[in-house]
């Protein structure tokens, strides 16, 4: 059995899991926002962080990184990693996954993806849009478990970087 996983948050740089084969590539028909709340990992129940999640964009895509994860027991693993690690996304979509935009054939149909939908009553976290200096001012002054919120900025940067996407 194969399972593929798709981050594009915190998850490109740092997997937490085994994995056999890891694609750079994009979904689309989405867009990467700092709407998600973060109450336990890049700030507090009082003071909440802003991570990203994915909002529907028609036209747009979504680059990041998708894990091909064999076997199992790493199955297994880690999907009960994911599931402490996301468990602020209320969402779980398999959303086709593209290496070439040309292409209108998927290169991996049906990866695994962690949303956190703007419904507030399943998705408490959900922070939603707000002024552009109102995220930056929350991003600079969050900080949780995991560190400073602007820590996860910063390393979202240098992954996209890393991997020619931004």
């Not at 468990?87 to 949303?115: H, N, R, S, W």
Request: charge should be negative; proline fraction near 7%; charged fraction near 25%.
């Amino acid at each position: 059995m194969v399972m593929w996983v798709f981050g594009y948050g915190s998850l490109i740089w740092k997997a937490g899991f085994n994995y056999d084969d890891r694609l750079v590539g994009f979904v689309k028909g989405y867009r990467r926002v700092f709407y998600q709340g973060s109450t336990d990992h890049r700030g507090t129940p009082e003071f909440p962080g802003r991570t990203v999640t994915l909002e529907p964009a028609d036209g747009e895509f979504c680059w990041g990184v998708a894990y091909k994860i064999s076997g199992k027991e790493d199955e297994d693993t880690a999907l009960t990693h994911l599931e402490v690690r996301e468990k602020q996304y209320d969402e779980k979509a398999y959303l086709d996954f593209f290496t070439d935009p040309t292409a209108t054939t998927p290169a991996i149909p049906g990866v695994m993806v962690y949303i956190g939908s703007p419904d507030k009553k399943r998705n408490t976290n959900y922070l939603g849009p707000a002024p552009m200096e109102d995220i930056a001012k929350q991003i600079v002054e969050a900080e949780g478990p995991s560190g400073p919120n602007r820590e996860y900025l910063f390393k979202l940067e240098a992954a996209l970087l890393e991997i020619g996407k931004l």
